[in-house]
């Protein structure tokens, strides 16, 4: 049966599914969800160098393309490489520190695990797609340095439009996040707590573009595999 429904189904849906069942501890999912973001550039880690491009530098870290170095501080009135993560950090933090009030009777908590589904404006970015890995491989390790959870597991998931073996920058993105999985070996440190999961065979149709036309057995799908995988990681 085909479930569509425009509005209200995300990945957390699937993904608690497989999490509550899989612990007696309460568990507590911080979304942060805002379409036509890259990581080269909105997501953008600390620590991020600018870098030249055909011609032309591509600003780091706290960067704009008028000063791509920065001075390592906030652009105040504009946006600025990394302004998302920056928002998206501090949000997660500004919960974390009042939990009673998001979570009430908790008392503390322990950062497991990051869930991460994204690529479609680095695909679009002949400079970003390029750059995709190595930001990607960064952007795993500086999360787990700001929420100090150095053995945070993290599981993410490729575009349900994409297929392997195909090119352009589309092609490189999805390479890159098939590269981070712990099983390739190219990133030893990886290994028992990275995992990408592919989510060609749960996409229904459509592409992440267009919210893969709204489709809530695409989310559904892809969630309980990215939830699974996450039950797989911290097993170990």
């Given at each position: 049966?085909?479930?569509?429904?425009?509005?209200?189904?995300?990945?957390?849906?699937?993904?608690?599914?497989?999490?509550?069942y899989?612990?007696?501890?309460?568990?507590?999912?911080?979304?942060?969800?805002?379409?036509?973001?890259?990581?080269?550039?909105?997501?953008?880690?600390?620590g991020?160098?600018?870098?030249?491009?055909q011609?032309?530098?591509?600003?780091?870290?706290?960067?704009?393309?008028?000063n791509?170095?920065?001075?390592?501080?906030?652009?105040?009135?504009?946006?600025?490489?990394g302004?998302?993560?920056?928002?998206?950090?501090?949000?997660?933090?500004?919960?974390?520190a009042d939990?009673?009030t998001?979570?009430?009777?908790?008392?503390?908590?322990?950062?497991?695990?990051?869930?991460?589904?994204?690529?479609?404006?680095?695909?679009?970015?002949?400079?970003n797609?390029?750059?995709?890995?190595?930001?990607l491989?960064?952007?795993?390790?500086?999360?787990?340095?700001d929420?100090?959870?150095?053995?945070?597991?993290?599981?993410?998931?490729?575009?349900?439009?994409?297929?392997?073996?195909s090119?352009?920058?589309?092609?490189?993105?999805?390479?890159?996040?098939?590269?981070?999985?712990?099983?390739?070996g190219?990133?030893?440190e990886?290994?028992?707590?990275?995992?990408?999961?592919?989510?060609?065979?749960?996409?229904?149709?459509?592409?992440?573009?267009?919210?893969?036309?709204?489709?809530?057995?695409?989310?559904?799908?892809?969630?309980?595999?990215?939830?699974?995988?996450?039950?797989?990681?911290?097993?170990?």
């Amino acid at each position: 049966m085909s479930v569509t429904n425009r509005k209200n189904v995300g990945l957390e849906y699937g993904i608690g599914h497989y999490l509550g069942y899989a612990t007696e501890a309460p568990v507590m999912i911080l979304k942060s969800c805002i379409g036509n973001r890259s990581l080269g550039w909105d997501l953008l880690p600390p620590g991020s160098e600018p870098y030249e491009f055909q011609g032309k530098m591509v600003p780091g870290y706290r960067g704009t393309p008028e000063n791509p170095k920065g001075n390592g501080q906030k652009v105040v009135g504009a946006w600025y490489a990394g302004k998302q993560y920056d928002d998206d950090v501090e949000g997660a933090k500004s919960i974390l520190a009042d939990l009673k009030t998001y979570y009430p009777g908790a008392t503390k908590y322990e950062v497991a695990g990051f869930f991460f589904w994204q690529g479609e404006k680095d695909g679009g970015s002949a400079e970003n797609s390029s750059r995709y890995e190595i930001n990607l491989v960064h952007f795993i390790k500086q999360l787990r340095k700001d929420f100090n959870a150095p053995n945070a597991k993290f599981v993410l998931a490729t575009l349900g439009e994409a297929k392997k073996g195909s090119g352009g920058n589309g092609g490189l993105v999805l390479d890159a996040q098939l590269a981070v999985d712990g099983t390739t070996g190219k990133y030893p440190e990886f290994k028992g707590n990275v995992a990408t999961v592919f989510a060609n065979p749960y996409c229904h149709g459509g592409g992440g573009n267009s919210h893969y036309g709204g489709n809530s057995e695409t989310y559904m799908d892809t969630a309980e595999a990215m939830g699974k995988t996450m039950i797989e990681l911290l097993a170990k």
